[in-house]
């Protein structure tokens, strides 16, 4: 079972992708209960949300999934392509971008610049990008992506 295993932010990553919001809350409880610094969640979280930006501006200029997946650096390959389609199709553009702003907070409050609450706000950033909706409304972000 996943929860008497070790986590690690790749973990949390193909969770995301795939859509598994309940797995996505034990992943980011667990990182964080096992000393997983912060930054390195972000930087996981900050580099799935920049590939499937690319990816959707791929297919956006008429380019087929495939050929954006082989176009990204590093090249998404074969055997995880299909959670990067299935985030693709459940995310659209403008909410990736509003997940991306939230990942911009989130790097100042790991700077120390922004009262953000980092881990409640790595949390909801994870939630929300495998389709988990409600926890944002009671999270302290004063901007909403529904």
């Keep these: 079972m996943e929860d008497n295993s070790r986590f690690d932010v790749f973990n949390l990553a193909d969770a995301c992708l795939k859509g598994e919001p309940s797995r996505v809350s034990r992943i980011v409880h667990g990182l964080r209960s096992e000393g997983i610094e912060a930054p390195i969640v ?5 580099r799935e949300l920049r590939t ?22 590093p090249m998404i ?9 299935q985030a693709i199709q459940r995310l659209p553009m403008k909410r990736l971008h509003k ?3 939230m ?12 009262p953000v609450p980092l ?7 994870a939630f929300t ?11 302290a972000w004063t901007y909403r992506l529904h």
């Design 42 to 46: 972000l930087w996981a979280l900050s």
């Design 129 to 139: 990008l495998a389709g988990g909706r409600g926890l944002l409304a009671e999270s």
């Design 77 to 85: 390959f074969d055997k995880r392509r299909p959670a990067y389609q």
């Design 52 to 73: 499937l930006l690319s990816i959707h501006q791929h297919i956006d200029q008429g380019q087929s999934f495939e050929h954006a997946c082989k176009a990204q650096k």
């Design 99 to 101: 997940l991306l702003l």
């Design 103 to 114: 990942a911009q907070r989130l790097d100042l409050a790991v700077k120390g610049a922004s």
């Design 119 to 125: 881990w409640p706000g790595l949390h909801d950033l």
